[in-house]
C-alpha cells in the first residue's frame, strides 16, 4: 500500500500575529492614501472667490503715477494706477503736507460703498467732472490727511474709468472681486514712498465694510480697521433684507419670494466657471480668522445697511474672544454728518494711533 508524507500545514500564533499586522498596516496605509487623494481633490475644488480661495491665492502688483490732483496748504493729491487681475484699477491718494515721520505716514486705506451707477463714481453732480472721491464722500479722506495720514482710496474695478465693469454686475458677488482689488493693492503699497507700510489701516463704509472684512480674512498687513454702516450680514440675510426693501408686496414672504429675490445672484452662480457655496463666501462665517482689532459705527435708525447686521458683528466678534469698540449713534444717516462724522473720525483717530502708539513703545522706535 502507497505511503503518503504528511505535511503540518499548522501556522504558530507568532507567525499569524505576524501576517494580521502586515494586513493591518497596509489598511492602515491605504486609508492614509485615500485621505491624502480626498484632501487634494477638495483644495482642487475651493472656489477662488470663496474665503479660503482668497487665502490660497497670492497678490502681486505695481504702482504707476497717473496725475497730480487737488494740492491745498493741508494736503495733496495724486491719482494712481495699479493692475489686479490683469485690470488697470485708480485710486486716490490723499496726502498729508505736515513733516513726515521717519517712516513715512501711516497709510488708511479708504473703501467706500455701493454705487448705483459705478461709471459715475468720483465724478461730482453739481459739475459733471470727475473729482474723486465725489460729492457723497467729500471730505473723508481729506480730513484724514489733515490729522497725518496717507490715505488711498480705490475706485474697484469697474468704477470710474477703472477697467472691468462686468464684475460689477455680479450682484453680492462683487464686493469679494472689489477684495481682490484692495488686498492687490495692499501688495504695492511698499511702491509709495511716504507711506509707512509698517502701520497700515483701513476704513470702510457700507458695502465697503464687507469689503474690508473680506480683505482681513486674507491680510495680515492691517493693524486695525475701522468700518462705518458696514454690510456684515451673510449673502442670503442681504438677499432677503434688499429683497424686501425694494418690492412693494413684502408683508408676506415665503421660499418663492426669497428664490425670487435670489434670481439674479443665482444666475450670476450658474455663470461661473466653478462650483461656489455662498456660504464659503460670507466673512461673517470665518470672524475666527481675523487678527486685526476692529472699530464699528453704526446709526441706530439707519435704513440703508441695518443697524442689527453691526450688532450681529460685535456679537461674533465677542464670541471668538476678539478686540473691537462698536460705537452707536442716535440717527438714520447711513453716512454719518457734522458731529457724528466728526464724532466718528476722532474715535478712530484715536483708536488707529494707540495703536501706532503702542507699538512704538514696544519696539523702541
Keep these: ?25 497596509c489598511v492602515v496605509a491605504c486609508k492614509k492614501e485615500a485621505k491624502v487623494k480626498i484632501e487634494k481633490e477638495i483644495i482642487n475644488k475651493v472656489a477662488p472667490i470663496s474665503i479660503k480661495g482668497l487665502q490660497e491665492r497670492s497678490y502681486i502688483s505695481e504702482i504707476s503715477f497717473e496725475k497730480n490732483l487737488e494740492d491745498t496748504d493741508k494736503y495733496k493729491s495724486k491719482l494712481i494706477s495699479y493692475l489686479s487681475d490683469s485690470l488697470k484699477v485708480h485710486a486716490l491718494v490723499t496726502i498729508p503736507k505736515s513733516e513726515k515721520p521717519k517712516k513715512g505716514f501711516p497709510i488708511l486705506i479708504f473703501g467706500h460703498g455701493f454705487h448705483p451707477e459705478p461709471e459715475k463714481y468720483g465724478v461730482s453732480a453739481k459739475t459733471g467732472k470727475d473729482w474723486r472721491p465725489g460729492d457723497y464722500y467729500r471730505g473723508i479722506p481729506e480730513t484724514y490727511a489733515e490729522k497725518g495720514f496717507l490715505v488711498i482710496t480705490p475706485d474697484y474695478r469697474g468704477h470710474n474709468i477703472s477697467e472691468g465693469f462686468e464684475y460689477t454686475q455680479r450682484s453680492y458677488l462683487a464686493s469679494t472681486f472689489y477684495a481682490i482689488d484692495v488686498l492687490n493693492l495692499i501688495s504695492a503699497l511698499s511702491q509709495l514712498e511716504e ?18 472684512l473680506k480683505t482681513l480674512l486674507v491680510s495680515k498687513q492691517i493693524k486695525a480697521a475701522s468700518i462705518w454702516a458696514g454690510v456684515s450680514a451673510s449673502t442670503i440675510e442681504q438677499v432677503l433684507y434688499y429683497g424686501k426693501y425694494y418690492d412693494k408686496n413684502n408683508s408676506k414672504i415665503t421660499n418663492e419670494s426669497i428664490q425670487n429675490y435670489k434670481s439674479k445672484l443665482n444666475e450670476v452662480i450658474r455663470n461661473l466657471d466653478f462650483e461656489y457655496d455662498i456660504n464659503a463666501g460670507d466673512a461673517i462665517n470665518y470672524i ?78
Design 1 to 25: 500500500m502507497k505511503k503518503h508524507t504528511k505535511y503540518n500545514c499548522n501556522i504558530s500564533k507568532q507567525s499569524l500575529s505576524l501576517c494580521l499586522l502586515i494586513i493591518s498596516c
Design 195 to 212: 507711506g509707512n507700510t509698517d502701520n497700515v489701516f483701513y476704513l470702510g463704509h457700507s458695502l465697503g465694510g464687507d469689503v474690508g
Design 288 to 365: 475666527e480668522d481675523i487678527e486685526a482689532p476692529l472699530i464699528l459705527h453704526h446709526a441706530q435708525w439707519d435704513t440703508s445697511v441695518p443697524y442689527q447686521w453691526s450688532e450681529a458683528l460685535a456679537s461674533k466678534l465677542f464670541t471668538h474672544n476678539k478686540k473691537f469698540e462698536f460705537y452707536t449713534y442716535n440717527s438714520k444717516n447711513h453716512l454719518f454728518k457734522d458731529e457724528n462724522r466728526a464724532m466718528a473720525i476722532q474715535r478712530d483717530l484715536d483708536f488707529f494711533n494707540k495703536i501706532i502708539t503702542t507699538k512704538i513703545n514696544k519696539n523702541g522706535n
